[in-house]
């Protein structure tokens, strides 16, 4: 079992404020990715809950035991780092085995706990060698070996996989959701790459500025962001914006009056009074390019990003707001050229004054 | 064009070109090369000239060949077997003492933040800077002078016999000056070499259960192990010849109690003005630095040429 609560953490760095208030349910067997751009403390959660930094105030308990004030060692956690921190003086069997050897482990027991790791990972032949001998992915894998023969409650990487080339990136974002699934461990992973996030995660955790922004699984989050910004962060290209006021509500319906000089009805429902400021959110693949006056909004064209599958039609509407559009890989407008587009209602979302998002879905309803 | 022709090393066919770039090349080279030659062979070739002949000073007449009878006269010279002891004795004490102390100095440093360490830093390195002979000069009359010196105050306050330092025990206050020379070197090194140690792996360390003195005992002297082969080279090659502090304080006595080596050999030429026997004596110190080098080359250099 390996059950993580954390009750209204904060930490200060002299004074400066990182994490301001978290609080988070773990379950046994997740995977969970803290995810947020540079400087918004996932880190520093991530190393709260190891024990490499003290907390300032608020609990973290694991299995009903308040681990807030425990010594690192004794929380039956283990760390991957970004840059592996293997022991470069030791062979890839003395690191490890390092933790095991110091805690007196019996030696048979050590020698067993260390040739499991290896069979896992693959790592039998290259028990002998020192890290500096290894490749970046094989040092990885000693890393996470490292971590597996301590058998701990969770797991926590701290962007393990930075320091690794795109491609053995790949390679090893389905080594670790395999060896999730083999070893049914908890995971707690903090990465700054959306990708990462989406691909290994049963549970996101979005933070930015030291809060939480959103919990939930990656579609969810995805579909339906609960504020501006995570409705920006997660997806690539990121979802385009169009402010305006609301116009006429209905039950099931209300009226969108964009500054981009267009009108669009959604099929969502508001308690907010006609009139007030409201941010229209939309991403590319829901934008189509229509035939000339059969569209919603008039753009014109801005550059274009093609990726051979799909291009990426970068467009500003009459307001001056940039939007993305993806359409067929062959089709490419010229720039400066005047497109119409539609939007895809249903996939629309639509945020207050305050970023939140206006989320009752006619559809859920029915 | 030249120098590109050198530096490139072009195919086959521009041999003609190649064979005049590289007599340019020697003949640019060639000041340094003959300066290097004069700076080198020539004193070399004198000396060892001088070793063979009958050359005192005091008898400028008598310069006849004598063979081998300089070495011979210099390794039983009474002093030759005091000064090689003290030679050794003093090089060991003083890498010892400035390894060890070094080391848990620059631990001790980097272990704990306090206020003005960037000053401590600062005076723990400045005796480096002191001229040798100043150094010994302030050891000699303001810290182990019988009257005036700071542990005569010490010895009188716990109303002992104030203790002549260099007069009872000359090799041991040559040792505690040298070092307190080379200490600061030892530190400079070893500090900036520390700081260089990877926090993530002293974190992952601490995750797997080790404490401080583990982390030090697995982490962190290993990760010295280079800079100490450093300090320990750089600071053989210097110690060898230690002569400033001797010659300030104690002028290798009493008897041959502090001689070293380079001591000796400045005794032979010039307080007995025997110049031939202090040029074997100077190829002997050569032959013995060489044998040092070799030896710590041996049991160390591995540790230096390893790629890291």
């Known amino acids: 079992m390996a059950d993580l609560k954390v009750r209204n953490l904060k930490k200060a760095f002299e004074g400066f404020s990182i994490i301001k208030g978290i609080d988070l349910d773990i379950h046994d067997r997740e995977f969970v990715v803290f995810v947020g751009p540079s400087g918004c403390g996932k880190s520093t959660l991530l190393r709260l809950i190891a024990g490499l930094e003290d907390v300032s105030s608020g609990n973290i308990e694991l299995d009903g035991k308040d681990i807030t004030e425990v010594a690192p060692a004794k929380r039956d956690l283990a760390m991957v780092f970004q840059t592996y921190a293997l022991y470069p003086h030791m062979t890839v069997r003395k690191n490890l085995s390092f933790g095991l050897d110091l805690s007196g482990a019996p030696k048979q027991e050590v020698k067993d706990k260390v040739e499991n790791a290896a069979r896992i990972l693959e790592l039998d032949p290259l028990l002998e060698r020192k890290p500096k001998q290894l490749s970046g992915g094989q040092r990885q894998r000693v890393a996470i070996g490292r971590a597996i023969v301590r058998n701990p409650k969770i797991f926590l990487f701290d962007e393990p996989l930075s320091n690794l080339d795109a491609a053995l990136r790949v390679q090893m974002r389905l080594e670790l959701a395999r060896l999730h699934q083999d070893l049914q461990a908890t995971m707690i992973y903090v990465t700054h790459d959306q990708v990462e996030a989406m691909t290994l995660a049963t549970k996101v955790v979005v933070l930015n500025s030291g809060r939480v922004e959103q919990v939930g699984s990656p579609l969810e989050l995805y579909h339906h962001p609960a504020n501006l910004f995570v409705a920006g962060f997660l997806g690539t290209p990121t979802m385009g914006f169009l402010t305006g006021n609301l116009g006429q509500t209905a039950a099931n319906a209300c009226e969108v009056k964009l500054d981009a000089r267009a009108n669009i009805s959604l099929p969502l429902a508001t308690a907010l009074a006609p009139g007030s400021k409201v941010t229209l959110g939309i991403r590319p693949e829901h934008i189509n390019i229509v035939p000339a006056g059969e569209g919603l909004l008039s753009v014109t064209a801005d550059v274009s990003e093609r990726l051979g599958s799909d291009t990426y039609c970068h467009v500003r509407s009459q307001s001056g707001e940039m939007l993305t559009v993806r359409v067929r890989g062959d089709f490419a407008p010229k720039f400066g050229e005047t497109l119409d587009l539609s939007f895809d209602t249903a996939h629309c979302h639509l945020f207050d004054d305050s970023g939140k998002a206006i989320d009752k879905r006619i559809q859920s309803a029915a | ?308």
Request: proline share 6%; aromatic share 12%; glycine share 6%.
């Open chain 2, 1 to 308: 064009m030249t120098t590109s022709a050198l530096d490139t090393s072009p195919p086959a066919t521009q041999t003609k070109s190649r064979k005049r770039g590289l007599k340019i090349g020697w003949f640019l080279v060639s000041p340094s090369v003959l300066l290097l030659l004069l700076w080198m062979v020539v004193p070399l070739a004198m000396t060892l000239y001088f070793s063979t002949i009958r050359y005192n000073l005091l008898y400028p007449d008598e310069e006849s060949f004598v063979g081998l009878e300089n070495f011979e006269y210099f390794l039983t010279d009474p002093g030759f077997m005091p000064g090689a002891l003290n030679t050794l004795t003093l090089v060991g004490s003083v890498l010892l003492i400035s390894v060890v102390f070094g080391v848990l100095i620059s631990a001790l440093l980097e272990a704990c933040e306090f206020w003005g360490r960037g000053i401590v830093r600062v005076m723990l390195i400045s005796p480096f800077f002191i001229m040798p002979t100043v150094s010994a000069l302030l050891w000699k009359n303001l810290i182990f002078h019988p009257v005036s010196g700071i542990l005569a105050a010490v010895w009188k306050f716990f109303g002992a016999q104030p203790v002549d330092w260099l007069a009872q025990h000359p090799l041991f206050s040559i040792i505690m000056i040298v070092s307190w020379q080379w200490l600061p070197f030892a530190i400079l090194l070893l500090m900036t070499a520390m700081q260089s140690l990877d926090q993530e792996q002293k974190e992952a360390a601490r995750l797997e259960g080790a404490g401080p003195i583990a982390i030090f005992w697995h982490l962190t002297l290993p990760h010295l192990a280079r800079p100490i082969a450093v300090v320990v080279m750089i600071e053989t090659i210097f110690l060898l010849s230690i002569f400033a502090e001797i010659f300030t304080t104690t002028s290798g006595g009493p008897g041959f109690e502090s001689t070293n080596l380079a001591y000796l050999i400045y005794n032979q030429a010039l307080l007995q003005f025997d110049v031939g026997m202090a040029s074997a004596g100077g190829l002997i110190a050569v032959v013995i630095a060489n044998i040092a080098a070799l030896v710590l080359i041996r049991l160390i250099g591995k540790s230096l040429t390893d790629k890291q």
